[in-house]
């Protein structure tokens, strides 16, 4: 049985992206389980920038890649990626559960008016209609790839939508009028064109894993931002850890492999909520500018902080990780004095483990360990190459996790990575 999930340690855009797509390079199929296009992924191949928001990063390499039940589907993003892979000149070879739900242009204007009206207190979410998709999803009044496909039940149920969610936008003070409409004709069409994409996944993947074959789970977000576990409310709406392939799939927790996590060598994140770590201004903007950190889906720029390695070894409890993939080493070259966090002060206690309560959590303190900064020769090509300092670092965050760092990504290019 070969099956490797790839799952992001922190709050997202970690660089799982890239992660994915190397790893991609071995396996016979590239599957999502969780979230929609609030993800966005960069990879560059052959001096190529490839984006993602939805597929799967295999599609670059010419992969089967499958939409899990437990992602939440944007029809017109769905298209539009499909349309821009095939004009340049790649093969899309997709297949979409029929059981995965879909978003519509109300789950947008609502999650638009839902996170103006909650300001700073809500996530700060990125407006794709995530939170009201999966929120319909549950209130099981959710509209799913199968009834997207036939016309019939298609028209009736967008119909539906438009007058149970006319009534909601009564709740708020601002009124979406101009873009509030009724959207059906859309969805018939965007129904016809991805039809031939349905997929019973749960059986492709099961079969698959039988068979031998290896098949590669890419999660969209970071554990931080986990329904359950993350930092709720500043969280998305779906379970962003290895434990939601088994749900968002259809897949026994037996039939899971390999769980690498993918962290960033600091701490990144958009929207709001607790951050211990954060950066004051000026440190901030040198490592955002440095490491080009604004959100691939919103262009908001990212808030950044030094490594929090208290989250990271809870993240790596969530998810039982076995290997570490850690990313961005090249954008901390340079800098003299490095720090990671290894606990937190609160209230004048120590804390050595994540605290359960956000509302403890925005009160810690961090308690940091500091390293002597690292400079980054081109061409490295071997762990032992590195500079001693960065080999100082890498070596501490595995003992700390005590998890082995297994790949190490020195840039944003495929082969700007390295094997431990
Ligand atoms: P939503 O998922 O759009 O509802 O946003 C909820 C929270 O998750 C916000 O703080 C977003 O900025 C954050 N978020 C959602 N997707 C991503 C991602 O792919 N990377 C980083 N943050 C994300």
């Given at each position: 049985m070969s099956s490797t999930v790839v799952v992001g340690l922190q709050w997202g855009d970690e660089g799982k992206g890239k992660i994915a797509d190397y790893l991609a390079a071995s396996a016979d199929l590239v599957v999502r389980f969780n979230g929609g296009n609030n993800a966005g992924h960069t990879v560059i191949v052959d001096n190529k920038t490839y984006r993602f928001h939805l597929l799967p990063c295999g599609v670059i390499s010419g992969k089967r890649v499958l939409i899990g039940s437990g992602v939440v589907l944007d029809p017109s993003v769905t298209l539009s990626e499909i349309d821009s892979l095939k004009s340049l000149g790649i093969q899309v070879n997709l297949g979409i559960d029929y059981k995965t739900h879909i978003i519509t242009p109300y789950h947008r204007i609502l999650d638009k008016l839902e996170d103006s009206v909650q300001?700073?207190?809500?996530?700060?979410?990125?407006?794709?209609g995530i939170a009201p998709a999966y929120a319909d999803k549950y209130a099981r009044v959710g509209i799913r790839f199968e009834d997207l496909i036939n016309k019939y039940l298609i028209k009736k149920k967008m119909e539906f939508a438009y007058k149970r969610v006319k009534k909601l936008l009564s709740l708020y003070p601002i009124k979406e009028t101009s873009e509030f409409k009724d959207f059906s004709k859309e969805y018939i069409e965007y129904g016809t064109k991805l039809k031939k994409y349905g997929s019973d996944v749960s059986a492709e993947v099961n079969e698959a894993i039988d068979n031998g074959k290896s098949v590669l789970f890419e999660a969209a977000q970071g554990a931080l931002l986990d329904i359950d576990h993350g930092v709720y409310p500043f969280c998305t709406s779906s379970s962003v850890i290895a434990g939601g392939v088994c749900t968002g799939v259809g897949l026994s927790p037996k039939k899971i492999g390999k769980i690498i996590g993918v962290v960033k060598a600091y701490t990144s994140r958009v929207g709001n909520g607790p951050l211990p770590t954060e950066l004051p201004k000026k440190q901030a903007n040198y490592i955002r500018n440095k490491g080009s950190e604004y959100g691939t889906t919103t262009g908001r720029p990212r808030r950044i902080g030094w490594l929090d390695l208290v989250a990271v070894k809870y993240a790596c409890r969530l998810n039982g990780v076995d290997e570490i993939a850690l990313t961005k080493i090249d954008t901390l070259s340079g800098i003299h004095k490095i720090k990671a966090c290894i606990a937190y002060e609160y209230k004048g206690k120590t804390l050595t483990s994540y605290p359960s309560q956000p509302s403890i959590l925005s009160q810690c303190v961090p308690i940091y360990k500091e390293f002597s900064g690292w400079g980054l020769n081109q061409g490295i090509k071997s762990f032992e190459q590195l500079d001693s300092n960065c080999k100082e670092y890498i070596n501490f965050i595995s003992d700390f996790c005590q998890v082995p760092v297994s790949i190490i990504s020195l840039g944003p290019r495929r082969e700007e990575t390295i094997k431990a």
């Amino acid at each position: 049985m070969s099956s490797t999930v790839v799952v992001g340690l922190q709050w997202g855009d970690e660089g799982k992206g890239k992660i994915a797509d190397y790893l991609a390079a071995s396996a016979d199929l590239v599957v999502r389980f969780n979230g929609g296009n609030n993800a966005g992924h960069t990879v560059i191949v052959d001096n190529k920038t490839y984006r993602f928001h939805l597929l799967p990063c295999g599609v670059i390499s010419g992969k089967r890649v499958l939409i899990g039940s437990g992602v939440v589907l944007d029809p017109s993003v769905t298209l539009s990626e499909i349309d821009s892979l095939k004009s340049l000149g790649i093969q899309v070879n997709l297949g979409i559960d029929y059981k995965t739900h879909i978003i519509t242009p109300y789950h947008r204007i609502l999650d638009k008016l839902e996170d103006s009206v909650q300001g700073k207190r809500g996530a700060g979410s990125t407006r794709s209609g995530i939170a009201p998709a999966y929120a319909d999803k549950y209130a099981r009044v959710g509209i799913r790839f199968e009834d997207l496909i036939n016309k019939y039940l298609i028209k009736k149920k967008m119909e539906f939508a438009y007058k149970r969610v006319k009534k909601l936008l009564s709740l708020y003070p601002i009124k979406e009028t101009s873009e509030f409409k009724d959207f059906s004709k859309e969805y018939i069409e965007y129904g016809t064109k991805l039809k031939k994409y349905g997929s019973d996944v749960s059986a492709e993947v099961n079969e698959a894993i039988d068979n031998g074959k290896s098949v590669l789970f890419e999660a969209a977000q970071g554990a931080l931002l986990d329904i359950d576990h993350g930092v709720y409310p500043f969280c998305t709406s779906s379970s962003v850890i290895a434990g939601g392939v088994c749900t968002g799939v259809g897949l026994s927790p037996k039939k899971i492999g390999k769980i690498i996590g993918v962290v960033k060598a600091y701490t990144s994140r958009v929207g709001n909520g607790p951050l211990p770590t954060e950066l004051p201004k000026k440190q901030a903007n040198y490592i955002r500018n440095k490491g080009s950190e604004y959100g691939t889906t919103t262009g908001r720029p990212r808030r950044i902080g030094w490594l929090d390695l208290v989250a990271v070894k809870y993240a790596c409890r969530l998810n039982g990780v076995d290997e570490i993939a850690l990313t961005k080493i090249d954008t901390l070259s340079g800098i003299h004095k490095i720090k990671a966090c290894i606990a937190y002060e609160y209230k004048g206690k120590t804390l050595t483990s994540y605290p359960s309560q956000p509302s403890i959590l925005s009160q810690c303190v961090p308690i940091y360990k500091e390293f002597s900064g690292w400079g980054l020769n081109q061409g490295i090509k071997s762990f032992e190459q590195l500079d001693s300092n960065c080999k100082e670092y890498i070596n501490f965050i595995s003992d700390f996790c005590q998890v082995p760092v297994s790949i190490i990504s020195l840039g944003p290019r495929r082969e700007e990575t390295i094997k431990a």
